[in-house]
T-cell receptor, first 114, second 114 residues
Framework: DGGITQSPKYLFRKEGQNVTLSCEQNLNHDAMYWYRQDPGQGLRLIYYSQIVNDFQKGDIAEGYSVSREKKESFPLTVTSAQKNPTAFYLC?????????????FGPGTRLTVL | DQQVKQNSPSLSVQEGRISILNCDYTNSMFDYFLWYKKYPAEGPTFLISISSIKDKNEDGRFTVFLNKSAKHLSLHIVPSQPGDSAVYFCAASGYGGSQGNLIFGKGTKLSVKP
């Protein structure tokens, strides 16, 4: 089955620790995205990558880092510099061949920093 | 400043009736508009889209209307079913700069009562 997987579904970390969220897709999509959702908020873009070995900051990149060494994988690291890391994190991917940029989302990871 | 606005945080509708979800945008460079549906603790799923060259797109029970002069779009669900209860996000793309990225509204929580 083609799709996007995110692991784990729930993640707990102590304050001050870095944590990496996994995102893998087997849709052969070129573009991948990380969003953050907070209660009562829309999805805010953290980072995106349109091609392997290249990525760009989104609207709220501070305190986060990413890598795109493989087409299938786009891990997100939440660093200790992120002031309010507790949130629901969503990864998405899309093909550049569709102009309306329908993005396919993973199931999300809920990160709680204690 | 929000470029995509969903001014109603919630909407309650009786089963079998019409649900109308509204969305306003401010950037006239948006080319495409998408609606996503999201259940709690899951990733959003694509529902329907519309290009700025059209004013209506229909897919089964779901119809999206676009009024470019008013910078307004709406999603109609007829007839509404209890399984439609979810948060609906409006999104827009094609505003240049980070072309292809989606800008999401804050969502409207739809409750369809049996």
């Amino acid at each position: 089955d083609g799709g996007i997987t995110q692991s784990p579904k729930y993640l707990f970390r102590k304050e001050g620790q870095n944590v990496t969220l996994s995102c893998e897709q087997n849709l052969n999509h070129d573009a991948m995205y990380w969003y953050r959702q907070d209660p009562g908020q829309g999805l805010r873009l953290i980072y995106y990558s349109q091609i392997v070995n290249d990525f760009q900051k989104g609207d709220i990149a501070e305190g986060y880092s990413v890598s795109r060494e493989k087409k299938e994988s786009f891990p997100l690291t939440v660093t200790s510099a992120q002031k309010n890391p507790t949130a629901f994190y969503l990864c998405a991917s899309s093909t550049q061949r569709v102009v309306w940029n329908e993005q396919f989302f993973g199931p999300g990871t809920r990160l709680t920093v204690l | 400043d929000q470029q995509v606005k969903q001014n109603s945080p919630s909407l309650s509708v009786q089963e079998g009736r019409i649900s109308i979800l509204n969305c306003d945008y401010t950037n006239s460079m948006f080319d495409y508009f998408l609606w996503y549906k999201k259940y709690p603790a899951e990733g959003p799923t694509f529902l329907i889209s519309i290009s700025s060259i059209k004013d209506k797109n229909e897919d089964g029970r779901f119809t999206v209307f676009l009024n470019k002069s008013a910078k307004h779009l709406s999603l109609h669900i007829v007839p509404s079913q209890p399984g439609d209860s979810a948060v609906y996000f409006c999104a827009a793309s094609g505003y240049g700069g980070s072309q292809g990225n989606l800008i999401f509204g804050k969502g409207t929580k739809l409750s369809v009562k049996p």
